[in-house]
């Protein structure tokens, strides 16, 4: 599973809460690299904020045991198997970074791959077009995204590379 969205994080938070109502998973998040996951409120939207600065994991419960209680950062591949990954694209005075949702084949990544789809569909926009002009099909877009006037960019630079934020990026392909 690799789902790309260019979304604003009020509208990433709103479609995570409408997820875990829908498959009835759970999300988990760390504040920092240091700090382990712990299961986020779906009535703490300040936790989110924070958490989103680093991956947040969607699972089951009863999966729960593999990653609570390790820093975050130790936390590997293996652990993560039964979890979807949703990794916040960012967001610069020029530019939005494309949001992703990943997980390797599991019941977790099926369930949430075609409920995920089927929110994107009331909620976003298909297919986006790369500065050279080739369309790709698996990145969505949403209308407060497109509204911003921002580039779209799959990773945003930082430091001293920047500015190249502000380069033609993604757009949509209608």
């Given at each position: 599973?690799?789902?790309?969205?260019?979304?604003?994080?009020?509208?990433?938070?709103?479609?995570?809460?409408?997820?875990?109502?829908?498959?009835?998973?759970?999300?988990?998040?760390?504040?920092?690299?240091?700090?382990?996951y712990q299961k986020l409120s779906t009535d703490n939207d300040h936790s989110w904020i924070t958490?989103?600065?680093?991956?947040?994991?969607?699972?089951?419960?009863?999966?729960?045991?593999?990653?609570?209680?390790?820093?975050?950062?130790?936390?590997?591949?293996?652990?993560?198997?039964?979890?979807?990954?949703?990794?916040?694209?960012?967001?610069?005075?020029?530019?939005?970074?494309?949001?992703?949702?990943?997980?390797?084949?599991?019941?977790?990544?099926?369930?949430?791959?075609?409920?995920?789809?089927?929110?994107?569909?009331?909620?976003?926009?298909?297919?986006?077009?790369?500065?050279?002009?080739?369309?790709?099909?698996?990145?969505?877009?949403?209308?407060?995204?497109?509204?911003?006037?921002?580039?779209?960019?799959?990773?945003?630079?930082?430091?001293?590379?920047?500015?190249?934020?502000?380069?033609?990026?993604?757009?949509?392909?209608?």
């Amino acid at each position: 599973m690799d789902i790309n969205i260019f979304i604003k994080l009020n509208e990433l938070i709103n479609l995570n809460k409408e997820l875990i109502k829908i498959t009835n998973l759970t999300l988990y998040g760390a504040c920092s690299p240091e700090a382990s996951y712990q299961k986020l409120s779906t009535d703490n939207d300040h936790s989110w904020i924070t958490a989103s600065k680093l991956d947040l994991l969607l699972g089951d419960k009863s999966s729960d045991s593999q990653i609570l209680g390790i820093q975050q950062s130790e936390v590997l591949r293996e652990q993560r198997i039964n979890f979807v990954t949703i990794q916040y694209g960012g967001e610069d005075e020029f530019s939005i970074g494309a949001s992703r949702y990943s997980a390797a084949p599991s019941p977790t990544s099926r369930v949430v791959n075609k409920e995920l789809r089927k929110l994107l569909k009331q909620l976003a926009h298909a297919r986006v077009k790369t500065c050279n002009g080739d369309i790709i099909e698996n990145h969505f877009w949403t209308d407060d995204a497109l509204a911003c006037g921002k580039q779209w960019h799959r990773f945003l630079m930082t430091g001293i590379h920047q500015k190249r934020n502000s380069e033609e990026g993604y757009r949509p392909a209608y």
